[in-house]
């Protein structure tokens, strides 16, 4: 048996550090461990629940929005606000963006390279490649002399020996399947996507001042104008650029990234079999609709049983630091986020080590638990509860990969299953982005400009105390924000984050987290470059800085970087 310390898993947001044991080429054991502090919520306490949202957006760089929308709903929950409408949309429209953004962010510059050889690229046939990509999609960078181009740059990149953001790769890996021809049409789509996302996110940009960590949000709605009348407010033309923007931005997902997660997927089915890990699935659902309902439904599933799905009850999440760098009075109970505490306490070895001491805390991370359940949550849990309850959309387009990759939904429970599922939303939300934007240009005509609720903005009309959470299903998966105000001041804040829920440690019980529970039974080619853990790994998408976050202002080492295998 040998032990593999993978550290840091690069390609993700944060610091993050996986342990496991290999025997006869499979993994037997693992352990995630976040190697970074977050003290944002202990930031939070005495101050002014209004400004919650734009401190706990920096928690993060790479989900910019998604605390701040978790956060007004925390708030507006406490206080009983209700936004209008156009602040539902306009929040709707900025959060489909990050979407979109994010999963073809993701897709391209984040896991790709653990499927993608880009140095056999160069052994492709640019004719090849071209009737390749023409036989899958209409898009119109698809010629010969496309490609040829794309692989003349590539060359010379190559050739410098300077390989920049490619240098750190397993390039000649055997567990690499993809001809060289869909490794250079994979090359052109990672160099196209990064000029596509600039230009889509400025949709952040006019709906929210800046991107990352829009400006515009405030307890009880947007601060976004409307006014017909204004070039400085949402109007007309406004309105005709985001829909250019949202047209392209639609294109591209269905022209360049469902057809390269469909011509991919077809090289790795046995994947389909592997990085399942615990079986059960959390939603809190997202996008509210003007009926009050969610577009993307909320709920869970508990072991891969898709003929049930549970209504979700937020008093039955709970957090343990039985294994976490914290410190509870019982680390072994359990607590609520309005009772939760965020109390450091490091425990662990001092650097440099070999290995942690997985046998007691051995991360930054804490461990939620839904009914005492381990749950997986993000876009594969989404469209497994949306497929469950027979979302039309949804059950449309899930239909459709199955049929063309010839497996059935039991795929989905894999790591395979992760990468299309989040490929599948984008689709769905790239369609559905017009519809909200539709609905705010009639509110508009129609003489709707309101933009905020601010009937219990003025803290002279709140209780004494108050609580509540905010949910936001965020691109990772379940985001929830937890406040406790008494005499106007933040009295708590815990934040329960995708990353947590997903990269987590043990629970007394001894249950693994996903990321954990997922590698176990991974074969593993070759112990010396563990490509396979990266896989898996990044088929949830990693966020370790919206789970915890460091700060020492005086420059003293916080974590040392190693990689052994024993």
């Not at 250079?184 to 996110?201: C, T």
């Not at 299953?417 to 005509?445: F, H, Y």
């Not at 629970?507 to 991974?522: K, R, S, V």
Request: proline share 7%; with cysteine; charged share 20%.
């Amino acid at each position: 048996m040998s032990k593999i310390a993978i550290d840091p898993i690069t390609r993700i947001e944060g610091h993050l550090r996986v342990e496991v044991e290999v025997e006869n080429g499979v993994i037997t054991n693992a352990w995630s461990s976040s190697t970074m502090w977050r003290g944002i919520e202990t930031i939070l306490q005495g101050r002014d629940p209004r400004s919650a949202w734009l401190i706990t957006q920096r928690i993060c760089g790479v989900c910019t929005m998604v605390h701040a929308l978790a956060s007004v709903r925390a708030v507006e929950d406490a206080l009983g606000i209700e936004v209008p409408p156009n602040a539902r949309l306009l929040r709707n429209l900025i959060a489909g963006a990050q979407f979109i953004q994010d999963h073809v962010i993701h897709f391209y510059h984040l896991h790709a390279l653990d499927w993608v050889d880009i140095v056999n690229a160069l052994e492709a046939d640019p004719e090849a490649t071209a009737k390749l990509a023409q036989a899958s999609s209409n898009w119109p960078l698809s010629s010969p002399t496309y490609f040829q181009g794309v692989q003349k740059r590539l060359a010379g990149f190559v050739n410098t020996g300077q390989l920049g953001p490619f240098a750190n790769a397993y390039w000649g890996h055997s567990a690499y399947q993809l001809p060289p021809e869909a490794n250079l049409l994979a090359v052109a789509h990672y160099l196209e996507a990064l000029d596509w996302q600039r230009e889509f996110i400025k949709l952040h940009a006019i709906l929210g001042a800046k991107n990352p960590h829009l400006h515009t949000f405030l307890v009880g709605g947007m601060a976004t104008p409307i006014d017909p009348n204004s070039q400085a407010a949402i109007n007309a033309d406004k309105i005709a650029m985001i829909r250019q923007m949202i047209a392209k931005g639609k294109a591209f997902v269905e022209q360049v990234y469902l057809p390269d997660v469909l011509a991919v997927a077809p090289f790795y089915l046995d994947w389909a079999g592997y990085g399942e890990g615990v079986g059960n699935f959390l939603t809190y659902g997202e996008f509210p609709e003007a009926n009050g309902q969610l577009w993307l439904p909320q709920g869970i599933i508990f072991d891969r049983d898709l003929s049930t799905v549970h209504p979700v009850d937020q008093e039955k999440i709970k957090e343990y630091v039985t294994h976490s760098w914290y410190s509870y009075q019982d680390d072994n109970e359990a607590k609520h986020p309005w009772e939760g505490e965020t109390n450091p306490n490091y425990t662990g070895p001092k650097p440099p080590y070999d290995f942690l001491e997985t046998d007691s805390k051995y991360s930054w991370l804490k461990s939620p638990r839904y009914e005492d359940k381990v749950m997986e949550v993000g876009p594969l849990a989404r469209m497994l509860v949306g497929y469950a309850v027979g979302h039309e959309g949804v059950q449309t387009v899930v239909n459709q990969v199955l049929t063309t990759l010839g497996v059935g939904p039991e795929a989905l429970f894999s790591t395979l299953g992760r990468i299309a599922s989040r490929c599948i939303e984008t689709v769905l939300i790239a369609q559905k982005m017009d519809g909200w934007l539709d609905e705010l240009a009639a509110n508009i005509a129609g003489g709707d400009l309101k933009m905020h609720e601010g009937s219990r903005w003025q803290p002279s009309t709140w209780p004494t105390e108050a609580q509540g959470y905010g949910w936001h299903d965020a691109p990772r998966g379940a985001l929830g924000h937890w406040i406790r105000i008494k005499d106007k001041k933040i009295e708590n804040y815990q934040c329960v984050v995708p990353s947590t829920w997903n990269a987590g440690p043990r629970d007394p019980q001894g249950q693994p987290g996903p990321y954990e529970a997922a590698l176990i039974g991974t074969p593993i080619a070759d112990p010396e470059k563990p490509l396979e853990v990266l896989r898996t790994i990044h088929s949830f998408d990693p966020c370790l800085a919206c789970g915890v976050h460091v700060l020492d202002a005086r420059g003293q080492e916080i974590t040392h970087v190693v990689f052994n295998a024993v």
